[in-house]
């Protein structure tokens, strides 16, 4: 059951990256803002997977073609998604879309059955879909306010991020190491060619960005560590467990992000908030015991 400890510390470090990045949006652009999230976490994962070896000998991978495109394809989906995100927040009905992109674990769910020979229980499928509409109701979503366009961004952003998680685990189970290796491996490839790819984009279109990056070097620190961390999380959950029961367990990150709202940002839950929470608590019970019943 270690692949519950790992989602629950990827929720809890997602949290706070989320919020240490809703400070630092309010001086930078878009795409600072992602970058920091990588800028530094590269570093941090090869200091991990240095300690892994040191504490725990491994073969060392041997590059594949099969792995450098699972690493690829996950880099560029995660990017794209995020970007969608991006135009979802442009959008006049972006409850709509915000909640139909909290789709991951559905999607996982059905993108791993069709593709990717994933297999879930009858009990699993129903905390998957419990899970679903817990996120639609936190997200405020309103059939009055349903935009057909806005929804299916927020659809493809959900089926892009995944399908970023799905070839992550793919890529592990492709490394042919053991666990966790596999996994810090994995996590170092797809953060430095994330790393590269944002810098090159920021370096040719915004080069000024840097100094932005520079002006907050603290928060930026604080945000790669965090989004390190909780991306070792997210890749060790998933190398050990399906996408779509890690997903669904992973939305206890709502849970942490109304504890750090209300003590930290001074900002009160809702009171719809409490029936979604109990939802996500029900759906996380289910796909945690998915594998028995």
Known sequence: MGWI???????FSQAWRNALQSQLSNH??????????????????????????AFEPAPAIQPSFTLGAYVLAASLMQITATALMVVLFKQKNFTTGAGLAKSEALMAAILG????????????????????????????????????????????CGTCFALTSLWVREAALASGLPFPHSAGWVLLYVLGCQTLILSL???IKTPQAWGTLKSHLPLVLLISTTSCIGSIGW???????????????????????????????????????????????????????GDVF
């Open 5 to 11: 400890l790992f989602t629950c510390l990827a929720a």
């Open 28 to 53: 930078a652009s878009v795409s600072v803002v992602t970058l920091a999230r990588f800028l530094f976490a590269t570093p941090i994962a090869a200091l991990y997977v240095y300690l892994l070896y």
């Open 113 to 156: 059955m069709l593709f990717f020979g994933s297999t879930l229980t009858p009990f699993g499928w129903m905390g998957v879909l419990i899970g679903a509409v817990a996120v639609l109701l936190l997200s405020g979503f309103s059939l009055k306010q349903f935009n057909l366009k806005t929804a299916a961004i927020g659809l493809l």
């Open 201 to 203: 984009y920021i370096s």
């Open 235 to 289: 890749f060790s959950a998933m190398s050990l467990q399906h996408v779509a029961y890690v997903k669904t367990l992973g939305q206890i990150e709502v849970f942490f992000t109304l504890l750090i709202a209300a003590f930290w940002l001074k900002s009160p839950p809702k009171k719809r908030d409490t029936l979604g929470l109990s939802l996500i608590a029900i759906a996380a019970v289910m796909v945690m015991w």
